[in-house]
């Protein structure tokens, strides 16, 4: 299956958001749901360069993220209410070791590892959600 088919296959399962920073804009999977969230990126074996995947908590909390059964090493970005990155993290895949944010938060983002650096996204900057039509 290619990149593209893959992100297709999986967009099937998740909707899609469109998050703005540093004046880009992505299109990621959107897991709003317990469900969605306990599923994440779980048994993808790639995830294309600029896909990802936004998780809403639903409220505020100190979240935990995890790489079980996660074949592809992440970073995570921890995102506050008032839109603020808070910390990035790298993931190893398939682990059972939590990532925990040290601050409440509302929203984790995960990309392949070192993304975030990469597109020059760091902490303290200003991330906009917005729903796709």
Known sequence: MTNLATAEASTKEFPLVMVQVNQQSFSLEYAHSRQQRAQGLMHRQQLCEECGMLFNFQRNKRAQMWMK??????????????????EIHSMQANT?????????VFYAWEMNLGWFAKNAIKVGD???????E
């Not at 059964?69 to 808070?86: C, H, K, Q």
């Not at 059972?96 to 409440?104: G, M």
């Open 69 to 86: 059964n996660t074949y592809i090493p992440l970073d995570v970005a921890f995102i506050r209410e008032d839109g603020s990155i808070s």
């Open 96 to 104: 059972a070791k939590l990532t925990k944010s040290r601050y409440p």
């Open 126 to 132: 200003i991330v906009t959600i917005n729903a796709l």
